[in-house]
């Protein structure tokens, strides 16, 4: 077993790339279902 904390170059760079995508599809299904929290300052009135 590897130590918790020694994370290789592999894993920090699989990391920086599928952050981002992940991140971005939770916030596209985020505001499909909550759209009430996502609207612009003018769609308020």
């Given amino acids: ?3 918790a904390l020694d994370w290789t170059f592999g894993q920090i760079v699989a990391i920086a ?4 995508p992940l ?4 916030y596209d299904e985020a505001k499909t279902f ?3 929290r996502f609207r612009e300052p003018d769609e308020l009135d």
């Fill in 1 to 3: 077993m590897t130590d």
């Fill in 17 to 20: 790339i599928w952050t981002p």
């Fill in 23 to 26: 991140l971005g599809y939770v």
């Fill in 34 to 36: 909550m759209p009430e």
